[in-house]
């Protein structure tokens, strides 16, 4: 590195090699405890399939529903509630917190189209909201149709009717 002298003051000629810099960034980079994202991420998931489990027993104790017919309103007020939380910039807050735990069950995928969708907002509702909010969403979607579907063929396959 050379240096240069402008006005009295050195600055050094700052060119590194992507591996250089990379090295650089490393030393800069806060360490991370694997274990404690670890326990943070399974507090997380946890509790919000202990409020998913509430969630489920008050839909049958309450409105007079069986669990298996619990299961659906359940899953739509759990998305419901990552939906505001996410317009309130909380989930953001609990997921940079707390990693996978709130990324893997069905909030996390609620929240990343709904950020999605808020985050391109101002593009307007078509190709703005639209367009972008399955940019993410949509590779799992696929993903899970085409998993569905090549279940289905082993099922087929192997006479087990899905069963």
Known sequence: MSTKSTGGQKY??????????????????????IFANCIRAFIIGGLICVLGQAIQEMFVHLMGMDREAASNPTV?????????????GVYDKIAQWAGAGSAVPVTG???????????????????GVG??????????????VVAAFVVGIVHLILGTGGQ
């Open 12 to 33: 050094k000629k700052m060119t590194m090699s992507p591996k250089e810099y990379q090295s650089f960034a490393k030393t800069r980079e806060p360490s991370r405890s």
């Open 76 to 88: 739509a007020v759990l998305i419901l509630l990552s939906v505001i939380l996410t317009c309130l």
């Open 109 to 127: 995928f609620a929240n990343s189209m709904c950020s999605a969708a808020l985050e391109h907002r101002s593009e307007g509702l078509v190709l």
């Open 131 to 144: 367009g972008n909010m399955f940019k993410l969403a949509g590779s799992v979607i696929v993903f899970g």
